[in-house]
């Protein structure tokens, strides 16, 4: 399900209907803090990691991630990841609250939303240092980069880390890890990425 179908199917509590129990992805604090076994990993592995670049929809993933890095070292910076067309969370920083965008189509869907909710926004703002938006034609060159060069399927919303990443001097971002989020990417469109001419450097927003 996109995860702007996904919102709308809980602020409309469409989930009261299904048989099934549902625990939203955004704001269930037991998911929350599982991500955050992911921070716990990343610091066991690399402790003097300058900076994590981590994909965000409704925020649940960076909010685990960056509570545990930032517990663990304040000064590890957090890089919240979205869509360039979907900037969400850049504009919940920019606003000082979450705010209602235009959602379009984009091939990062699990890395875009069309609000950040009320209840993530404070967890969101404490733990991520800066939001990066990426284009959709440097989410195409990362998930190439991906296949081609690391032998990694990754869909749009995972690889976005990369591009984000590849779009900063390496002298800025130091030592660096990508949460590279998720492998399902439609065939089609992944073959069609990998046979299409190189992209322009990277070019990125900050926020």
Not at 24 to 50: K, Q, S
Not at 82 to 103: H, Y
Not at 114 to 134: C, F, G, K, S, T
Request: proline share 8%; net charge negative; aromatic share 6%.
């Amino acid at each position: 399900m996109p995860s702007h179908e996904l919102m709308a199917f809980m602020l409309e509590e469409r989930w009261k209907q299904e048989p099934y129990a549902y625990l939203t992805p955004w704001g269930e604090p037991a998911m929350i803090a599982g991500h955050g076994t992911i921070g716990l990993e990343i610091f066991a592995d690399l402790p003097d990691v300058d900076t994590v670049f981590v994909p965000v929809g409704g925020g649940a993933l960076v909010c685990g991630i960056g509570s545990a890095l930032k517990a663990l070292n304040p000064d590890i910076r957090i890089v919240g990841v979205q869509s360039e067309v979907n900037p969400a969370l850049a504009e919940a920083f920019r606003n000082g609250g979450p705010v209602w965008i235009d959602w379009k189509p984009t091939i990062c869907e699990g890395a875009s939303t069309p609000l950040i909710v009320d209840e993530m926004y404070p967890l969101l703002r404490q733990v991520v240092d800066e939001a990066a938006l990426v284009s959709e034609a440097d989410a195409r060159a990362a998930i190439k980069r991906l296949a081609l060069g690391n032998k990694l399927v990754a869909e749009g919303a995972g690889a976005i880390s990369v591009g984000a990443a590849l779009a900063e001097p390496p002298e800025k971002r130091g030592k660096t890890v990508c949460i590279v989020s998720g492998g399902s990417i439609d065939p089609e469109l992944l073959a069609s990425i990998l046979t299409e001419d190189e992209d322009d450097a990277p070019s990125r927003k900050m926020t």
